[in-house]
T-cell receptor
């Protein structure tokens, strides 16, 4: 079956520090990979995605590259801000059949950025 | 703007009562919607897949008589927590895949507290 393993948190960084949150996956088909962000008290928001190997998803200064050879999709940001404090979820969905299916989530990583 | 809404955003009820949560896709049709449950500081756990025009598909361990799902139209799915008990207190989140974009959109979530 499909699974997502995410770096355990919590992660605490100072403002302008470099961020990496590791994510690896196992999948039986051809998954699409996602990073979702959940701000305190809110639902999940799609941060970025990649649908095939070597694709790079990017948004709001965050990036992640779909690495099939290492089955990874690590999230990075060069300079974090206090407003980036949230919980980050790595996820995958297998859309090899051509239709979107339910997402498989990692355990989430709590990020706190201090001023 | 939001493409999936949930109502209510927060509900407090007495033990033994039933609570209905609505999930709506706002500007697209969704033949499938997903219901997740999230415990504090944990990841999302898929509860069931809501299918328009047919019965919902429940994940292993989820009581279908406890969590009634009705996909009334192409833009509305409801989750009814029947005879709620304190252990049902949780954050319930729905999502809807937008087929043309291959992306799932999440509702903002409903926080249920059963006293």
């Amino acid at each position: 079956g499909n699974s997502v393993t995410q770096m355990e948190g919590p992660v605490t960084l100072s403002e302008e520090a470099f961020l990496t949150i590791n994510c690896t996956y196992t999948a039986t088909g051809y998954p699409s990979l996602f990073w979702y962000v959940q701000y305190p008290g809110e639902g999940l928001q799609l941060l970025l995605k990649a649908t095939k190997a070597d694709d790079k998803g990017s948004n709001k200064g965050f990036e992640a590259t779909y690495r099939k050879e290492t089955t990874s999709f690590h999230l990075e940001k060069g300079s974090v801000q206090v407003s980036d404090s949230a919980v980050y979820f790595c996820a995958l969905t297998d859309i090899s059949s051509g239709s979107a299916r339910q997402l498989t989530f990692g355990s989430g990583t709590q990020l706190t950025v201090l001023p | 703007g939001a493409v999936v809404s949930q109502h209510p955003s927060r509900v407090i009820c007495k033990s033994g009562t039933s609570v209905k949560i609505e999930c709506r896709s706002l500007d697209f049709q969704a033949t499938t919607m997903f219901w997740y449950r999230q415990f504090p500081k944990q990841s999302l756990m898929l509860m069931a897949t809501s299918n328009e025009g047919s019965k919902a598909t429940y994940e292993q361990g989820v009581e279908k008589d406890k969590f009634l799902i009705n996909h009334a139209s192409l833009t509305l799915s409801t989750l009814t927590v029947t005879s709620a008990h304190p252990e049902d207190s949780s954050f319930y989140i729905c999502s809807a895949p937008r087929q043309t974009k291959g992306t799932q959109y999440f509702g903002p979530g409903t926080r249920l507290l059963v006293l």
